[in-house]
């Protein structure tokens, strides 16, 4: 089965992401259900025929591997609303009462020449 899924991106009410959540994990159950019931049926029934051979109940495994994988893909997919109700964490800077000066606040240097030949240990002269 291909990927199915859609990203969606909307707002909603703070108080409506939980029962959002639960639908979502509801609606993912209900829909593989079925195909969940038929795989572990169809190995049950190859696990139970004395003729089946080995190659035969991998199948049915890897069929059902593979349902799973769906469904946890699927899940691990609604992650995503979980996170949106953890609060965003303040930035330790600010909690401490630290501003941090913006680049317009910054002094600009005028004689960047007298620096690099401060810095090389040659004085330019240019007192």
């Known amino acids: 089965m291909g990927d199915t899924s859609k990203a969606v991106s909307f707002r ?8 959002l959540l639960s639908a979502v994990i509801s609606q993912i159950i209900k829909r593989n259900s079925k ?11 190859t696990l139970n025929d004395e003729g089946a051979e080995p190659q035969d109940i991998l199948i049915s495994l890897n069929k059902l591997v593979l349902t799973y994988q769906q469904i946890i893909k699927e ?14 964490r303040p930035n ?3 909690v401490l009462g630290i501003t941090l000066e913006s680049p317009s606040d910054t002094e ?6 007298d620096l690099k030949e401060d ?8 007192e």
């Open 119 to 126: 810095s090389l240990g040659v004085d330019g002269g240019s």
């Open 35 to 45: 195909e969940l019931t038929n795989e572990l049926n169809s190995l049950s029934q």
């Open 75 to 88: 899940l691990d997919d609604s992650s995503e609303l979980v996170l949106s109700m953890v609060p965003p």
């Open 12 to 19: 909603v009410n703070k108080q409506d992401i939980r029962p």
């Open 92 to 94: 330790p800077l600010e």
């Open 108 to 113: 600009i240097l005028e004689d960047l020449p």
